[in-house]
């Protein structure tokens, strides 16, 4: 199988500084022949923040479910709680992973990482952020191992002691999908699937849009309205409900939008 990523993205390229419209189409979608259930493995071997080593070759004796993520991408904020709870219940068989990679959204405060020390210094104040109790990996400068798999900024894969990918979700929000796949590993059983649950998974991302923005600076803010507008207004509107769970804020901001614009086509029917 041929792993190499296509011209656009090299390491260059996916070291961008700026999100673009592009980069959201990008991560919309699964190229035909991305890894996915049944594929091996690419060659990787990454250091981890405890000093150990993720490699392809020395997984060690239990599955992997290994999720991509970055301190500035939303989805990444929604999927770690679940993330804690399904390590909790089932981090006894199931080796978890996360790889840290470029940053979603970088802005002037958290900005794309330049060197591997940098990446390295990002990795840590991920794991700091969200105090995770798993396993942090750290994929070099130019995403080498990111790259590979077609870069998603949240998707997951279930992977057998063999090195074969058994299941993917497109987003590691997806807990449903997800517990099924790990309840199925975790009593002996051979999974093959994936989740392509898309709305759902941005919904309840959208309510942490906010923080990241905080976070990584204000012209993340900018580029975001700028290449999803859509999106932009959802995580504006998620504002107005900060009593909410995070994960909420988003679904309840969408039933706004939904009952103005219905409102809107009344006025516009009645007039």
Same mark, same amino acid.
């Given at each position: =199988?041929?792993?190499?990523? !296509?011209?656009?993205?090299?390491?260059?390229?996916?070291?961008?500084?700026?999100?673009?419209?592009?980069?959201?189409?990008?991560? =919309?979608?699964?190229?035909?022949?991305?890894?996915?259930?049944?594929?091996?493995?690419p060659e990787f071997d990454l250091p981890t923040l405890d000093g150990g080593r993720f490699a392809s070759r020395a997984l060690g004796r239990r599955p992997v479910l =290994?999720?991509?993520?970055?301190?500035?991408?939303?989805?990444?904020?929604?999927?770690?709680?679940?993330?804690?709870?399904?390590?909790?219940?089932?981090?006894?068989?199931?080796?978890?992973?996360?790889?840290?990679?470029?940053?979603?959204?970088?802005?002037?405060?958290?900005?794309?990482?330049?060197?591997?020390?940098?990446?390295?210094?990002?990795?840590?104040?991920?794991?700091?952020?969200?105090?995770? !109790?798993?396993?942090?990996?750290?994929?070099?400068?130019?995403?080498?191992?990111?790259?590979?798999?077609?870069?998603?900024?949240?998707?997951?894969?279930?992977?057998?002691?063999?090195?074969?990918?058994?299941?993917?979700?497109?987003?590691?929000?997806?807990?449903?999908?997800?517990?099924?796949?790990?309840?199925?590993?975790?009593?002996?059983?051979?999974?093959?699937?994936?989740?392509?649950? =898309?709305?759902? !998974?941005?919904?309840?991302?959208?309510?942490?849009?906010?923080?990241?923005?905080?976070?990584?600076?204000?012209?993340?803010?900018?580029?975001?309205?700028?290449?999803?507008?859509?999106?932009?207004?959802?995580?504006?509107?998620?504002?107005?409900?900060?009593?909410? !769970?995070?994960?909420?804020?988003?679904?309840?901001?969408?039933?706004?939008?939904?009952?103005?614009?219905?409102?809107?086509?009344?006025?516009?029917?009645?007039?």
């Open positions: =199988m041929d792993l190499r990523p !296509p011209p656009r993205h090299t390491g260059s390229h996916y070291r961008f500084e700026r999100f673009r419209t592009r980069l959201l189409i990008d991560d =919309m979608t699964f190229g035909r022949n991305a890894l996915g259930p049944g594929s091996p493995l =290994m999720v991509f993520g970055s301190r500035t991408c939303p989805v990444t904020e929604s999927a770690v709680p679940v993330l804690k709870r399904l390590h909790a219940r089932f981090g006894e068989r199931v080796r978890f992973v996360l790889v840290n990679t470029r940053e979603a959204h970088p802005g002037q405060t958290i900005g794309q990482p330049a060197t591997a020390a940098e990446k390295h210094r990002h990795a840590q104040r991920l794991r700091h952020h969200h105090d995770l !109790p798993f396993e942090v990996a750290v994929d070099d400068i130019d995403g080498t191992l990111h790259r590979a798999f077609t870069p998603k900024p949240n998707s997951a894969y279930l992977i057998d002691t063999g090195g074969t990918i058994r299941f993917r979700s497109h987003w590691a929000n997806d807990e449903p999908a997800l517990r099924r796949a790990l309840e199925q590993t975790a009593s002996g059983n051979t999974v093959h699937g994936r989740s392509r649950a =898309m709305v759902g !998974p941005l919904l309840r991302a959208v309510g942490h849009l906010p923080g990241v923005v905080a976070a990584a600076g204000s012209r993340t803010g900018h580029d975001v309205w700028r290449a999803a507008p859509p999106l932009a207004v959802l995580g504006a509107l998620s504002r107005l409900f900060t009593r909410l !769970p995070a994960d909420r804020r988003g679904p309840a901001a969408a039933a706004v939008l939904l009952v103005c614009a219905a409102a809107a086509g009344l006025l516009a029917f009645l007039s």
